[in-house]
């Protein structure tokens, strides 16, 4: 299974960004899907995550109201919307899947078994 993060690139405060997520390899769509960051210098932290079907979905408090995650199983690609960047949203953004769950949303990467290679967002003031 490999997971394929792209999206990013420099965008000016206030503006937007759709990163993808697209997912080889695997047949079923019942598992969680995450996305990460990791700022120069700083710890890779949660941003959201999404449940199987779409219908759960969980976010950081940084990204509430401003990110979107969503998912097309059709596809197998998830996807993060996000509006009103910020210079400090810049960071790598990675996407990581959850094989073992399919409803239970996790923020901790321990859970994620799958990762992309992240993509690179960055947000000038």
């Known amino acids: 299974v490999q997971l394929q993060a792209s999206g990013g690139g420099l965008v000016q405060a206030g503006g937007s960004l759709r990163l993808s997520c697209a997912v080889t390899?695997?047949?079923?769509?019942?598992?969680?899907m995450g996305w990460f960051r990791q700022a120069p210098g700083k710890e890779r932290e949660f941003v959201a995550a999404i449940n199987w079907n779409g219908g759960s979905t969980f976010y950081a408090e940084f990204a509430k109201g401003r990110f979107t995650i969503s998912r097309d199983n059709a596809k197998n690609t998830g996807y993060l919307q996000m509006l009103s960047l910020k210079p400090e949203d810049t960071a790598v953004y990675y996407c990581a899947a959850d094989f073992k769950r399919a409803d239970l949303l996790a923020t901790a990467e321990i859970h994620y078994d799958s990762w992309g290679q992240g993509t690179q967002v960055t947000v000038s003031s």
């Open positions: 390899g695997r047949t079923s769509s019942r598992y969680c």
